[in-house]
């Protein structure tokens, strides 16, 4: 199952090129048409949704654009070094002996069929596909062996970054450089999120293909890592990394990212 947010703010139940809104759903907890309530307060609410998609009509996405399946989630934390042969072409020798995280900052978040904005005067921005983690509950300290029971679905990102010196999290949080989508899958429809192909293409021209079961770190050992720095909360993400074959980003460029079990988006590359 996947859960998708249109751009005008509602959350809706995605299948092929359907959906069925479900905003009503999450009235009463708090915060109306959010989709962190409706992660928050999964458990309650997801012996309802069959019966509303029953007695709902679908309308078709082609009629309408999704936003980012998430807006503004407390944290996005994105994993450094997590393939060794992304690790290499940076010009490394050596993986992490243990989990690294930065963080980038929410408001880069953007959606489907956006615009990534080059900074003026930046100097080399690069494309990094990525898995995405949602996470599901609190979770704090969580042993390896659970951590998976702490997700409420994957999506797709890209981690895109300004190439140089200093910061790391500053040089990766301008905005529209946290595309995240098209949608939430469940994480039920992903049984194992350790072995699934990555797919980038610049232009139609593929740029990135890789597997997730090349990461030194695996999701488990991830979200167990960064949960003892960090309480993760409802909605919060995590970028897990991403394969070989990044390269810079030009004005005008069109852009897609696939992940197997997932799907795909599209985007475009503008400039400021």
């Not at 934390?77 to 930065?102: C, L, Q, T, W």
């Not at 080059?118 to 100097?123: N, S």
């Not at 909605?235 to 074959?245: A, Q």
Request: aromatic content about 6%; some cysteine.
């Amino acid at each position: 199952m996947n859960f998708g947010r249109i751009a005008d703010g509602r959350i809706a139940v995605i299948e092929g090129r359907r959906f069925w809104d479900i905003s009503d759903l999450t009235r009463g907890y708090g915060q109306e048409c959010s989709m962190v309530a409706l992660i928050s307060n999964f458990d309650a609410l997801k012996d309802r949704i069959g019966p509303a998609l029953s007695v709902k009509q679908p309308a078709s996405l082609d009629e309408v654009r999704l936003g980012p399946p998430l807006g503004r989630p407390s944290k996005v934390v994105a994993i450094p070094s997590n393939y060794g042969k992304h690790i290499r072409e940076m010009g490394g020798d050596a993986a992490p002996a243990a989990v690294e995280m930065f963080l980038k900052a929410p408001s880069a978040i953007v959606g489907p069929g956006q615009e990534i904005l080059l900074p003026r005067g930046a100097g080399r921005v690069d494309h990094e596909a990525e898995l995405v983690i949602v996470i599901g509950k609190k979770a704090c300290s969580v042993s390896i062996d659970e951590a998976l029971d702490y997700v409420f679905g994957y999506t797709c990102g890209l981690d895109v970054t300004v190439r140089g010196p200093g910061d790391r999290s500053m040089r990766k949080s301008y905005d529209t450089f946290a595309p995240l989508g098209p949608w939430i899958t469940l994480k039920a429809d992903v049984p194992n999120p350790d072995s699934l192909s990555i797919r980038f293409s610049i232009n139609d021209e593929v740029r990135q293909l890789g597997s997730t079961r090349d990461m030194i770190f695996n999701c488990a050992q991830l979200i167990s890592g960064v949960s003892r720095v960090m309480t993760l909360e409802p909605g919060d993400v995590i970028f897990t990394g991403t394969p070989d074959g990044v390269s810079p980003l030009r004005a005008g460029d069109r852009l897609r990212i696939d992940i197997e079990s997932i799907g795909g988006m599209q985007l475009t590359v503008g400039s400021r």
